[in-house]
T-cell receptor, first 114, second 112 residues
Framework: DQQVKQNSPSLSVQEGRISILNCDYTNSMFDYFLWYKKYPAEGPTFLIS?????DKNEDGRFTVFLNKSAKHLSLHIVPSQPGDSAVYFCAASAIGYNFNKFYFGSGTKLNVKP | DAGVIQSPRHEVTEMGQEVTLRCKPI?????LFWYRQTMMRGLELLIY????????DSGMPEDRFSAKMPNASFSTLKIQPSEPRDSAVYFCASSPRREGPHFGNGTRLTVT
C-alpha cells in the first residue's frame, strides 16, 4: 500500500498562472518532505523541502505548504512557466526513525501552456 | 561532480535472460538506493545500502532480483530470469547522511 499518494496524474495550466500540485501521506511518523522535478529521459532532481516544524517553505517561485493534521502537502508554482512542464514527485521520510528512507508518490505531470 | 552514473541507458532483452544494471554513486555519499519507476506505482524503493551494507531490501519484488555493492563506488542490480513485467525505468540514487537522494538518469529496461 502506497504511503505517499499523488492522486492527480496530470495538470494543465496556462503560462503565468498558479500551478498547485497536491500530495497526501498516510504514515503519521513522516516529518520531512521533499519535492522533485523530473524531465523526460532524466532522473528526478531535488526542488524544495519542508520539515514538520514548519507549515510553509518558499524558494523563489516555488512554495511548499504542509498541513500535518490533514497529512497533506502542496507545491505552488507562481507564476508558472513553460519550462516548469515536467513530472513532479513528492517524497516523505521519518527523521527520527529512518531519515534516509524516502517514500515517493506516483508523480503528477504538469503541462504549462504558453 | 559527475553525478550518479548508470549504465546502460537502455536495455532490451528477451524473457528469461539475465539483466545486470550498473551504478556509480557520487563520491562521498554514504547511501545508495535502487528505485523502479512504473506508471502504476510511481517510484518504488527496491533496496538501499549504507556504507556498502544492504539495510532494507523489503521492496525487492521477488527472488529473481538481487543487488550488490562490492565497494563504495559501484553497485549492481541483477534480474535473473527477467520477465516482461520487469519492464520499467530503474534509477540508482545516492545521498550523504540526512539528505534526500541524488538520482542518476536511469536505465530503461524492456523485456520482450
Amino acid at each position: 500500500d502506497q504511503q505517499v499518494k499523488q492522486n492527480s496524474p496530470s495538470l494543465s495550466v496556462q503560462e503565468g498562472r498558479i500551478s498547485i500540485l497536491n500530495c497526501d501521506y498516510t504514515n503519521s511518523m513522516f516529518d520531512y518532505f521533499l519535492w522533485y522535478k523530473k524531465y523526460p529521459a532524466e532522473g528526478p532532481t531535488f526542488l524544495i523541502s519542508i520539515s514538520s516544524i514548519k507549515d510553509k517553505n518558499e524558494d523563489g517561485r516555488f512554495t511548499v505548504f504542509l498541513n500535518k493534521s490533514a497529512k497533506h502537502l502542496s507545491l505552488h508554482i507562481v507564476p508558472s512557466q513553460p519550462g516548469d512542464s515536467a513530472v513532479y514527485f513528492c517524497a516523505a521520510s521519518a527523521i527520527g526513525y529512518n531519515f534516509n528512507k524516502f517514500y515517493f508518490g506516483s508523480g503528477t505531470k504538469l503541462n504549462v501552456k504558453p | 561532480d559527475a553525478g550518479v552514473i548508470q549504465s546502460p541507458r537502455h536495455e532490451v532483452t528477451e524473457m528469461g535472460q539475465e539483466v545486470t544494471l550498473r551504478c556509480k554513486p557520487i563520491s562521498g555519499h554514504d547511501y545508495l538506493f535502487w528505485y523502479r519507476q512504473t506508471m502504476m506505482r510511481g517510484l518504488e524503493l527496491l533496496i538501499y545500502f549504507n556504507n556498502n551494507v544492504p539495510i532494507d531490501d523489503s521492496g525487492m519484488p521477488e527472488d529473481r532480483f538481487s543487488a550488490k555493492m562490492p565497494n563504495a563506488s559501484f553497485s549492481t542490480l541483477k534480474i535473473q530470469p527477467s520477465e516482461p513485467r520487469d519492464s520499467a525505468v530503474y534509477f540508482c540514487a545516492s545521498s550523504p547522511r540526512r539528505e534526500g537522494p541524488h538520482f542518476g538518469n536511469g536505465t530503461r529496461l524492456t523485456v520482450t
